[in-house]
């Protein structure tokens, strides 16, 4: 990486830097890919590989002691500086800056980089995206990576789960780049215009997606108007924190900026929809499916609405496509949203009383709405009041603002399942960093069980077990509502556990700093995996760890093995084990019946994962994940139509005002 590929404000990358051109094909990336895994050369095979890395490891190490000699890092940070921005970052110097920046973040936290840590800031400042163990350290490697750049002039976007760590990471961050003459910031929601400017003028700044796309969209919007400078410094290098749930997850997340619309959606024909809707039959009236049409309607279904337009609604009748979607989407919101499993309900009186729940996370989406009358929809349903109808003035999907910018790097605990994803969409590498300890996770398997009374049971027992010996237990359930439902029964079998979920995330860091101690029982929904650092007392240690309990089946496992991850961190000891119920609703959803059949047989036999259930399930979220990848890319492409036809639509207008 030369000084001039170094993406930032000037004559080289334009005073906002961003790309324009649109990712490539899927097939052409992974054609791409193939070719460069069988082209590349010997030196970076396995053998070679781990020698060059052990001698740029030594030569960071040996760069250190320089360094450390030094009272005040400022002068040697300022040479340093100016040697970046005149050659970039040579090989040489990006050994020097790590060495520096490893020196900083040991004066400012007391904790020296491992070699790791320092591999992970190299990968990621080379446009690769690092899976490093959980507990590993991925704050320090992605500290270490912002701080290198932040010294060659680059502005760094650091991108976290949420505003806690945006703001709990920055203050470190700022700690150690202050004795280098360098800034961070964060960027959390409370901030106005002029702070979120001052934040992003910083030379590092950590944000959400979510932030940061609200305010590139703003930026969108006022571009060309006097007077208001923008509040980014161009999309230049991206660091991205847990990158496979921002980039694969969240990737189709839209981020929408709208105005409420004088004229809208025809709330009569809404409510009069939505009444509809309770009188059609599965089967001979709707099919539900997935994907980009979930619900679909039988012939017998167009012919009764048509019947029903001729009647009740003229407009309907001349057009009926109108009243078609909205139907698909009652029938949808009817029988396929749940309550406490996709959306919670709060505050029912107000405009925003519907808050959307990320399925892979668990958490809340504030500010989040589905569009096309699913809200008012969902607000029917729930008895809330209407929200208002919107117009959509500026949009962008997730997945679009991390495309346009020009340098992109990250780190996760789980990222092998999607590396072909993440570069065909992204163009980005997966680099495997071995932890610094071997794991003495002990794993005990998948257990199948008839039903759901029988895993309820099954956790009271493992609960009574961890207790007596004062192990920490943490169990993992899919939604809200089956986290409330398992806390009950283990309250009525005598049970104390604590509850975290959506609803409690107040109390999240509080109900965190207790589930290490010992005898301690937590019932979680994934919020408890990503981003969770559960500290275990040395007593609960010496009694076998933290161990987890998932109860549920996500179509992803990348998310299951974010919850297993929470547990034997670092070379502690540790315990995993799932528990899965056959008639459960998200094990039918994902198999076929004759699966499901044969697994209620195996349950019936007590079979572990040694046997032929857990292969059949691992299969079958095999076929899952490439069914989502099919849907991803679909949803990509549909993304490129529309931001097409968009921008095709904004040219005429301007030209029709010239």
Known sequence: MNGFSLPRPGLAFGPYPQRQEPAPALWLAWADRLGQQLTQPASV??????????????????????????????????????????????????????????????????????????????????????????????????????????????PVH?????????????????????????????????????????????????????????????????????????????????????????????????????????????????????????????????????????????????????????????????????????????????????RDHDYLVQAPDGDDAIVLLDASTGRTLPGTRWSRGIQQLVALKEGCTLPPATRTVEQITVQGLFERYWRLGGASGTLRESRFELFAFYRLGVTRVQPRLPSRRLDLGVRLLPDEAARTQAVIERARDCAARGQPLLVGTLSVAACDALAQALRDAGLQPAVLHAREDGAEAELVSRAGAPGALTVATHMAGRGTDIAVHPAAQDAGGLRVLACALNPSRRVLRQLLGRTARQGAPGAVETLLAVNCDTLQGLLPHAACRLLVTIAAKSMTRHGAGAHMLARCLQHVTQELLTWRDFRRRWQLVVQTRRSRELLARARGAV
């Open 45 to 154: 095979w396995p053998g070679q590989r781990r020698r060059e890395e052990a001698r740029f490891v030594a030569a960071v190490q040996a760069a250190q002691p320089v360094f450390q000699a030094e009272a005040d890092l400022a002068e040697p940070a300022a040479t340093l500086r100016a040697e970046l921005l005149r050659h970039g970052l040579t090989p040489p110097l990006l050994q020097r800056s790590l060495a520096l920046a490893a020196t900083a973040v040991q004066r400012a936290t007391g904790l020296a980089p491992h070699a790791p840590q320092l591999l992970a800031a190299r990968a990621m400042l080379a446009q690769q995206l690092v899976e490093m163990d959980t507990g590993e350290g991925k704050s320090l490697a992605l500290l270490m990576a912002a701080a290198t750049a932040a010294l060659a002039g680059v």
């Open 158 to 338: 650091v991108v976290t789960a949420n505003d806690y760590l945006a703001q709990r990471d920055a203050e470190q961050c700022a700690r150690v780049l202050a004795p280098l003459g360098l800034c961070a910031a964060a960027v959390t929601t409370p901030l106005d215009a002029a702070g979120r400017r001052a934040a992003y003028a910083a030379d590092v700044a950590y944000c959400t997606a979510r932030e940061l796309g609200f305010d590139y969209l703003r930026d969108q919007l006022q571009q060309g108007q006097p007077g208001t400078p923008p509040v980014l410094r161009g999309l230049n290098l991206a660091l991205i924190d847990e990158a496979d749930s921002v980039l694969i997850d969240q990737a189709g997340t839209p981020l929408v900026i709208a105005v409420q619309a004088p004229s809208g959606l025809d709330e009569g024909l809404l409510r009069a929809m939505w009444q509809f809707s309770a009188s059609l039959a599965e089967s001979s009236d709707y099919r539900l499916g997935g994907g980009s049409q979930p619900v679909a309607l039988t012939d017998s279904a167009l012919v009764r609405l048509r019947a029903w337009a001729h009647t009740h609604d003229e407009r309907a009748a001349h057009d009926l496509r109108p009243a078609a979607e909205l139907l698909r989407h009652a029938l949808w919101v009817r029988h396929g949203l749940r």
